[in-house]
């Protein structure tokens, strides 16, 4: 009987056991679960806060692009219109600014010292001596050329031919070898530009046909030397980085900053700038009766917005760059160059017609079948991109 009662006890002691277990069990797993939704909740929330800001991100980056580098060419042709010969003033403004704005970031504070002094340098001043040269000579023909009867609408195509340049270049300074699919879209390119080049209707301003004519010649070889200025500094730039770094930011600043001194032989020409500032010739399509007193004002406020306006474009394609490929940057920026295009004929009034038309339609769409072979390819591709940075 003992024996039997024991092994009853055992059997109700193990049953006992067993359901007071099952209890625990499921509520670890109640917990488990609990816990699992939460993990997922926890990586739901943190997906949609990735999501809104990288939209947040590209809304900003397109917003700088398009409102930045579209305002920047309004407000630049705007001030062409104001005074043609204000092109050394402005790029002297311009030399100006972006070497004030980017001081800060090359000062440093020694201890026991009052005033800062210069970061030490990653590429010495030698390297950068031949490229202040070049930026500041192209930058000199770009902004000098609308005073030779060249309308921006062909100089947004025209410039765009530096694609050609750059492959030019590549080939025979950095030995680069393209594909014949990069070659014939350069071809496409080039063949547009002639096109829109040649298609420059006469001015209905000049009498004498060939005098504009003549001048615009004289345009549009400015055009061209600028141009190979600009694959010359990209030539430049790509060797200094790659020897010394990718130090861009160290590059824009003391290029700017040496090419100050280079202004002192036209003092002549910016004080003639900034007095046709003080009386320009229009300020179409402005009025003068509703600006009232602030006519005075309104040629400089152009000018801060020229500067302002660069600043936000030229930011927006670098992080642009950095978030995107090469595809889709070059996608945004021809974008951006087409709409520009059509704002110049809408808003100033500038001459238009199919040839030219036809001009810019394969200049832009060689732009991107360029752009789709390098990224197949991968050969010369980088050449191209700072080429379109530089523009």
């Given at each position: 009987m003992s024996r039997s009662f024991e092994g009853n006890e055992t059997k109700t002691r193990r049953s006992t056991k067993t359901n007071s277990t099952a209890p625990q069990t499921n509520g670890n797993a109640k917990l488990w679960v609990k816990e699992l939704e939460g993990k997922k909740q926890g990586v739901n929330e943190r997906t949609a806060k990735a999501v809104a800001l990288s939209l947040v991100d590209y809304s900003l980056m397109l917003s700088l692009v398009f409102g930045g580098c579209c305002s920047n060419v309004w407000s630049y042709e705007q001030l062409l219109k104001m005074d043609a010969h204000i092109g050394t003033t402005l790029t002297f403004s311009q030399m100006l600014f972006i070497t004030a704005q980017s001081l800060p970031s090359f000062l440093v504070f020694s201890k026991g010292s009052v005033l800062p002094h210069l970061?030490?340098?990653?590429v010495p001043l030698s390297s950068w001596a031949l490229q202040v040269l070049v930026l500041t000579s192209g930058s000199l023909m770009n902004n000098w050329v609308f005073a030779f009867s060249v309308p921006l609408t062909v100089q947004i195509v025209f410039r765009s031919a530096g694609l050609a340049v750059s492959m030019l270049f590549g080939y025979l300074v950095l030995n680069k070898r393209y594909s014949l699919a990069q070659i014939s879209a350069v071809a496409f390119v080039s063949t547009g530009v002639v096109l829109a080049t040649l298609s420059r209707p006469s001015s209905p301003e000049t009498s004498d046909a060939s005098v504009d004519m003549g001048r615009y010649?004289?345009?549009?070889?400015?055009?061209?030397?600028?141009?190979?200025?600009?694959?010359?500094?990209?030539?430049?730039?790509?060797?200094?980085?790659?020897?010394?770094?990718?130090?861009?930011?160290?590059g824009v600043f003391y290029t700017h900053c040496l090419s100050l001194p280079i202004f002192l032989f036209f003092v002549s020409d910016l004080k003639r700038g900034f007095r046709g500032l003080s009386s320009p010739a229009t300020l179409a399509p402005f009025s003068g009766e509703a600006?009232?007193?602030?006519?005075?004002?309104?040629?400089?406020?152009?000018?801060?917005?020229?500067?302002?306006?660069?600043?936000?474009?030229?930011?927006?394609?670098?992080?642009?760059?950095?978030?995107?490929?090469?595809?889709?940057?070059?996608?945004?920026?021809?974008?951006?160059?087409?709409?520009?295009?059509?704002?110049?004929?809408?808003?100033?009034?500038?001459?238009?017609?199919?040839?030219?038309?036809?001009?810019?339609?394969m200049v832009f769409l060689g732009s991107l079948f360029y752009t789709a072979a390098s990224s197949r390819g991968g050969g010369g591709n980088a050449q191209a991109q700072r080429a379109k940075k530089t523009e």
């Open positions: 970061k030490p340098r990653h010649a004289v345009g549009v070889a400015m055009l061209t030397f600028s141009l190979f200025l600009t694959g010359i500094l990209g030539v430049l730039q790509e060797r200094t980085y790659t020897k010394y770094g990718p130090h861009w930011k160290e600006l009232g007193g602030l006519v005075p004002y309104v040629p400089y406020a152009v000018l801060v917005a020229n500067m302002f306006t660069q600043l936000a474009c030229v930011s927006g394609v670098n992080q642009l760059t950095s978030h995107v490929s090469s595809v889709s940057t070059n996608l945004v920026l021809t974008t951006r160059k087409a709409i520009s295009l059509c704002f110049s004929v809408w808003w100033f009034g500038n001459g238009w017609n199919a040839q030219l038309g036809m001009g810019a339609g």
